[in-house]
């Protein structure tokens, strides 16, 4: 690993671009090279720009930095850039994150091409024999770069706990989600409509959480992906906690494994972040706690960094077959970090 | 309706005993004549005795009235007490109820004895025949009063709404709740404990809605309940709301009903307390709203001053057949109001 | 009172015009004849044009009223309107209120009119003496109608307590306040802006503060306000609550009343709006709580449906004279009420 | 520093406790050695003896040592004890504080012994030479060891900003609190108490803001403490924050320095522990933010790693000279924080 990578950064000033600039300060890999964001913060320093969320300090490098309009053009011009992370809202990221994708590797947390063809929905620890996509995109669409997705934040929690269960024979999920705020984005969630309340719906979340998986799960065939055979159910609200996503989760499983069985599924699950020790993969992908009342958002979310999974409550499920909880941090694993280990999974294997 | 009944309350300082409390005020058929309650309050008036926590004001003819202990000489000896409304904790409430349905009709918010063979465990507006276990209880018992139970807060409003849905062949049910803060009484949840949280269990609350109902949806053949053929699987979680458990329902039916015809099912169902026009009846049992992020705890637990079940986002699942939102108050209809409408539909039945 | 006068709601569509509606459901003086908004909103129905934020629901024939643009023209076109209410947000109130005053009363619950020496700054219990303002005020504008002004919400209830205080020399006062989310309107504060947190500053409500009360206890010498010789200090702070504005008051006094003296002057308290006895007129200005932990927003914000000021720790202070805290609802009498308040006053006062 | 003084902790299982042993965890000079508490717990290990709060896990070590009843036999017993720190109630701490400091130093973050003529009421950067009192003590009542005690956790940083104040000429205060729920410890504040909710009185708590801060500010003068001729007044509030009191403060100064001169008063303000480089001291005890709306809980209280108070919005005040916000994290530098700095200093010092 000769010397970092040069990154941009587009939508740098929303909640997940200033995610990404907390988790990648000192990253061993990557260094921050351009900040990008739309025509009104362009122009100005990062500091004036922003108004800044992070519990942690806003680092003085990073306050000083020019933020440059969001075209390939204006980032092109603020740098030499290896690669470019987007937090890009999904209604703008379909044509500007492809434009990008021309020149550099694009990885992007929008939902905008989670769904194309050639387009890879990686979560490292789950599917990264998908990245075989992107030669073939890269060449189908003439690109130098590429797209590379993550998914929908509550997907990829329930995504990691639904891989180690294919073993049994997973054939149906129900999930019920208690989201965070911090999943709407800033302003996001008015406090009126949230003190002493539960919103009990997310635009376009259980659509997102009931066709994804089918593609993370799924197989590559040397061409394409094919869909895994599970059928999803989802419900999705929004509860009064920052970070951290809460799901129950409902499983019909075609063996009959034992509860202990399943716990050592879950606790025994490792891929390929943890074989090549890239720098943002948790030791553990998933945590298991044993106590009757855990996972819980304010004291879980944080394991391993942010990055594991938190399981709990494994029992038998009367109509289904087992039903557990899953807790993950939903804007750092479910955003910024997943992002930045499905870049790490990339460079590993020379992807870009 | 000559002259009122006189009622006692049983740990009418806790908070359902107070919520009794207020909701007796000005009520047609009942009035307060005695209150009871553990050791420490006895003896005391109880304002002195009750640390109030309706938002409404301590009505003054109650503030200056004595407590007596819960028992059944100091009852009697306050009092001429027509029936009895039992606030107990499940774990006192056993022996001390079947003391009181000695002499007294006993209707009970505690665990201790929904699952008794010959107790009904009654919602008036589902299983109002049910009421039928009375006469058999008292002879079995010998009883000159008896016991009549409320179900779990939780498993009142779930039940409301899956009675409709028995016309459709409903087979399984999976629910995951988001319970408010005043179901687990008072001083009931840490703050700490649930500020920017979720606490993602309730003690033995899974058990009971898998079980009770089965009871309550069951049928009477003239001597005994025989349980319905549903199977339920419940994953039970703490919210910060302060009133309103809401539900996530998924539900599977052996027929085909469409959205609009379930719908339906759920506004034209009403029950004896609309048709005998019970003081604490509301127009409609459930109320059904058709925003696509509703119900809310905030907005919608008042619906029906408390007694209405509120449902909403009714619509077709890929596992399940179709899943829905429902909403109540849990300490109006899941408890005070609920024993209050018990008790109406009895004295209309001339049970008491 | 041969007819109900008819009124306009100026941005009827936001937190504080949902509450003039609220508020005015069965007014037995007013009814609403013309609800204006901004451009967004005009043409559509009420119902399609609002978020509707009140917990009680929308009334029915409000849902259908169509919604005019906030102009003079389209008002007058929409219906024949004796008088004016403006929750119309301070910087656009300026010139449109004038425009509307031309013609009509307008009360306005904006800040950009208040400090005008020509207009009255009403609190109908404290300082009505100050409508003499009014055909000061038309004669010297040329108008046939005329504009009222309410304080802010945080000083309307400070204002209240210090009335009484007067007659004992009132030299100094500290606030410190703990203000309701609704304060800032709709969506107003970002939840994750407040969640385990507090946000020390309110744009503009210190200056407020620390000037308004100056003209609202001021004598009017038969041309003008002469300011009150007070000084104040302000301190405002947004905390987690929905409603209701707490405020810790600390009064230098030049005379020494013991407690005792201090706390019956607030209990006798009574204004013209009593003595009217005007429909909206609490009949207690300021209650009085004895309790060492009162009062507190979700308890006692209702009091007097939500007209009057609660005061409770009345004690000796050791650095000014005494202190005290005091609790109003910011959105009824700190907005819309005391809107309707001041409408009423001026009605039966033949001031319109 | 050759060897690691070892310590005891008492009512290790409570709150405080519990930060103790978080803070303690890799403390250079410092290693826990016996675990102390009730008798409910004492022979326990601590992981079932307490029910753990804090985010970061329970120490794997900690978990598996005995609890032990705190009485000085068991202690004994239990190791060999250099120091001790105590966490315990105040109306307990009394007689049992001075039974270990027979034998041992302790540091207690107790109210009981406080305001003891000859023990010091100790913040490190602001009264070290009271230490002085530690010989004079020891000879007084004949013990091996001593006490010596920490301020009440809103005092503490209070007291820390009228320090660099006392140069101007500082003379009264007024502060009015909003106060986080951990510092009414666990359970403490009911979550129905306090959701919508602030709960303006807090027990004793003013009458310690009042009085505490003329002996910390108070002068030794070879025999006893002399306070400081300033005079406070408090107003005490509990608000819906986890950690971190947020103070306005407003102060009168013989002297009229402007606002850049307090502004540097407190960012040049260091004190004994700075200089001797204290391993628990932070860099700045006081931090300064320009920010117009800091400091607030969230994202302030971890400064200098919860050792640091944070100040905002200095301002000219109208009635006194100065007004200006201040936050501190209430169990670090108000609690656990607070009694390891103390001990430092005593052991920097010689003292034990």
Redesign the interface.
């Known amino acids: 690993m000769p010397s970092k990578r040069k990154v941009a950064i587009l939508a740098a000033t929303g909640a997940v671009g200033q995610r990404f600039i907390q988790l990648l300060q000192g990253h061993p890999w990557f260094q921050i090279e351009v900040l990008a964001a739309s025509e009104k913060s362009a122009g100005k320093n990062y500091k004036a720009a922003c108004n800044w ?1 992070m ?1 942690s300090p806003l680092p003085k490098e990073i306050a000083e930095m020019p933020v440059v309009h969001t075209d390939v053009e204006s980032v092109e011009k603020a740098g030499d850039v290896d690669l470019v992370f987007s937090a890009l809202p999904g209604d703008l990221a379909g044509p500007v994150e492809e434009e990008f994708a021309a020149l550099y590797p694009v990885f992007s947390k929008a939902s905008a091409h989670r769904m194309d063809k050639d387009v890879p929905l990686i979560i490292p620890e789950v599917n990264p024999e998908h990245t075989a996509l992107i030669p073939i995109q890269k060449k189908r669409r003439g690109w130098k770069g590429f797209i590379s997705t993550d998914p929908n934040c509550s997907t990829i929690q329930l995504a990691m706990t639904l891989k180690p269960l294919m073993q049994f024979g997973l054939k ?3 999930v ?1 989600t ?1 989201q965070a ?2 999943g709407a984005g ?16 997310i635009s376009n979340e259980e659509d997102k959480m ?1 066709c994804e998986p089918l593609k993370i799960l799924g197989t590559f065939d040397g061409e394409k992906i094919c869909p895994a055979d599970v ?3 989802a ?1 999705c ?1 929004r ?4 970070d951290g996503h ?1 799901e ?1 989760v ?1 499983v ?1 499983l075609e063996e009959n494994p034992g509860i202990e069985e399943i716990e050592e599924a879950f606790r025994q699950f490792k891929g390929e972040p943890q074989k090549l020790k890239l720098p943002s993969a948790p030791e553990n992908p998933i945590v298991v706690r044993k106590e ?8 879980d979310r ?1 394991e391993g960094r942010g990055m594991s999974v938190v399981v ?2 494994i029992r038998k ?4 077959s087992v ?1 557990y ?1 899953c807790l993950g941090h939903n804007t750092i694993r479910g955003a910024a970090g997943g992002g930045i280990l499905s870049a790490e999974l990339m460079v590993a294997k020379g992807l870009c």
């Not at 509860?239 to 920052?242: D, E, L, S, T, W």
């Not at 009757?292 to 004291?299: A, L």
């Not at 499920?317 to 289904?320: G, I």
């Open positions: 969320l519990e149906q999920v129900v019920s208690m705020l911090s800033y302003p996001g969630v008015a406090s009126l409509d949230i003190i002493d309340n539960v919103i009990p719906f009931e059928v999803l159910s419900s609200h509860v009064n906690v920052k809460l129950a409902f019909k009757q009342n855990r996972p819980q958002p304010r004291y944080d709990g409550r499920d009367p109509v289904m039903k909880m």
